[in-house]
């Protein structure tokens, strides 16, 4: 076979080449393009393709002008003429938008001394997508995660608000605007968020000086009203100026550089809670309905836990509500003061149980019986609530009523189980009741029905109960009940408690009776105040993390000596003065 000449292989080489898939351009060592075949064309976009690839004539373009990022396709090809062969992707824009191409640069030593460069060019444009969408897609997915986790961190409405537009700014958008409905239909600007903290208060500008109309037709409104979301791809200048309802409000949105928008609908359990307005100000993005997709997911996530930060906040506020009208019941039921007792000093604690919001079944009372003697109750109804709010009533106001006729401790008791059965169905309690007469100390008879007998505090330090022992009252006709009756000198104290002070840290650490012994031997010394200040600082110490389980109600009194009563009348006649 006759060997062929230079221009017959030559053109030989062009009709092979141009039949191949492969995109193949020749350039000189200046990256002039020589020659391409027909795929080379189609990929770049040109027309026209010569059958010639390793003439010397260039074709009149420079292969490095049709990319984007020119320098670097210089550098490619300096060092293919090198010897280092190269192979690398470059985007290409064309009137059908950006292509993107992996061109294999090598030298051959032909044609001329510097030799041809061949390109040969594959359209991975298809796989750049796909790996672009796959990773779009598993940003999206973790962004979505995170979300997920952050808002159901706290059921705080306000903290809600925050984290909506924060998270739509750390990944969807440079700036975020969450409006909420309020319950007279008023559209309110809930939260703002912007990568640029400085541009916060330019937004809220905006929205203070030109608030929504709800019957707007464009916008939040519409978004409301409609419940679907809206995607403004591209906002150009005349959008501004169609949609802006004041030069002043041109000029704010102007400087916010408002580039593409989205606006999607809080929806929960078909409700439409807000909108949030996600905007880009960066010229190189803009929305699409992948974006729209991911801010609905958003909102919609958002929506749910706002949702239930409302009615979290709505039980709150109500569980304060009743709390506040427990605590109102509950003060009622109690003395509003201590009367002044001659020769006694006096004080009392109550602390009600933490985690309920009824009143509790802990009372005292303190009061005169109209014989020179007084009477000491300290009490504790069974449950709570309404209920036990009236069989405390009830038992406080007979004991009182029946102490003014009976002497004895036990036959005013008797009384108060009588009136139990009478008016109190299912309703039981147990009481210390004391009648106290004064003289240069105190002579304390007592009577506990069911209830822990009262402490003394003897003055040198010495700890003890007293009382006679009974039943609870409101369960039998005759309960078995006791008396005792001890004498209290100067500096002693007795102290009148209901078991929610020996069940404090209970059940894994309870104090006991013995250890609130224990606390009562450091009191010696102390006013009735201090009494009761030294046991409420134990409570504190010996609750639980959810606080307390019971009431704990204590009434202390102490008998003042001598030196005591004359400091005090000294102090009252220096007031008079």
Not at 315 to 321: H, I
Not at 385 to 402: C, D, E, I, K, S
Not at 435 to 462: F, N, Y
Request: aromatic content about 6%.
């Amino acid at each position: 076979m006759p060997s062929l000449t230079q221009p017959q292989a030559s053109k030989y080489l062009g009709k092979l080449l141009q039949t191949i898939p492969v995109g193949v351009v020749t350039v000189d060592s200046r990256g002039a393009v020589l020659a391409c075949n027909r795929t080379a064309s189609e990929i770049l976009s040109l027309y026209g393709p010569e059958e010639r690839l390793l003439d010397d004539e260039p074709l009149g373009m420079h292969v490095t002008d049709l990319f984007e990022d020119k320098e670097r396709l210089t550098g490619v090809l300096a060092e293919s003429f090198d010897g280092e062969p190269r192979a690398e992707v470059f985007v290409r824009t064309g009137a059908d938008g950006p292509r993107h191409v992996q061109i294999s640069v090598r030298r051959v030593p032909i044609g001329t001394d510097d030799g041809v460069g061949i390109l040969v060019l594959q359209d991975v444009t298809e796989r750049v997508e796909a790996d672009k969408t796959l990773k779009r897609a598993v940003l999206d997915r973790e962004f979505l995660t995170q979300s997920g986790a952050e808002l159901s961190k706290s059921l705080d409405y306000q903290t809600t608000l925050a984290t909506v537009s924060r998270l739509a700014v750390s990944y969807l958008c440079d700036w975020c605007t969450v409006n909420m409905v309020e319950p007279n239909g008023a559209i309110t600007r809930a939260t703002v968020a912007h990568v640029d903290p400085d541009k916060e208060n330019l937004i809220g500008e905006l929205h203070n000086s030109h608030p929504h109309d709800h019957g707007a037709l464009t916008n939040v409104p519409r978004v409301l009203r409609s419940g679907e979301p809206e995607l403004y791809a591209e906002i150009d200048r005349q959008l501004l100026e169609d949609t802006a309802t004041s030069p002043e409000y041109l000029r704010i949105v102007t400087e916010l550089g408002m580039q593409s928008c989205m606006i999607v609908p809080l929806i929960a359990h078909g409700e439409t809670l807000g909108v949030a307005t996600l905007v880009s100000s960066n010229s190189d993005r803009r929305y699409d309905h992948a974006d729209l997709e991911i801010a609905g997911e958003l909102a919609r996530r958002a929506a749910l836990q706002l949702y239930n930060a409302r009615l979290f906040q709505a039980v709150d506020e109500s569980r304060a509500k009743f709390a506040n009208m427990a605590r109102i019941l509950q003060r009622s039921l109690l003395p509003p003061e201590l009367p002044t007792m001659p020769g006694l000093d006096v004080a009392a604690l109550y602390r009600p149980a933490t985690d309920t919001l009824e009143v509790g079944g802990d009372f005292y009372d303190l009061f005169e019986t109209g014989d020179g003697d007084w009477g000491v109750v300290m009490g504790d109804v069974q449950g709570h609530g309404a209920a036990a709010a009236a069989t405390t009533a009830l038992a406080r106001y007979t004991l009182r009523a029946n102490a003014m006729r009976l002497a004895r401790p036990v036959h005013v008791l008797y009384q108060v189980n009588k009136a139990l059965l009478a008016h109190s169905e299912d309703r039981f309690l147990s009481a210390a009741f004391a009648k106290v007469g004064l003289g240069k100390g105190a002579d304390v008879t007592i009577s506990c029905a069911g209830h822990p007998k009262p402490m003394v505090i003897r003055h040198e330090g010495r700890v003890e109960s007293a009382g006679g022992e009974g039943m609870l009252l409101g369960l039998f006709a005759a309960p078995d009940l006791a008396e005792q009756t001890i004498e209290l000198q100067p500096a002693d104290a007795i102290v009148f408690y209901t078991d929610g002070i020996t069940e404090a840290g209970a059940p894994r650490n309870m104090l006991g009776e013995e250890g609130f012994r224990q606390v009562l031997s450091r009191c010696m010394g102390m006013t009735a105040e201090q009494i009761c200040a030294s046991i409420d600082e134990v409570l504190l110490t010996w609750q639980t993390e959810k606080g307390h389980r019971d009431d704990c109600a204590v009434l202390v009194l102490r008998v003042t000596t001598e030196a005591e009563r004359q400091s005090s009348e000294v102090e009252d006649r220096s007031s008079l003065l």
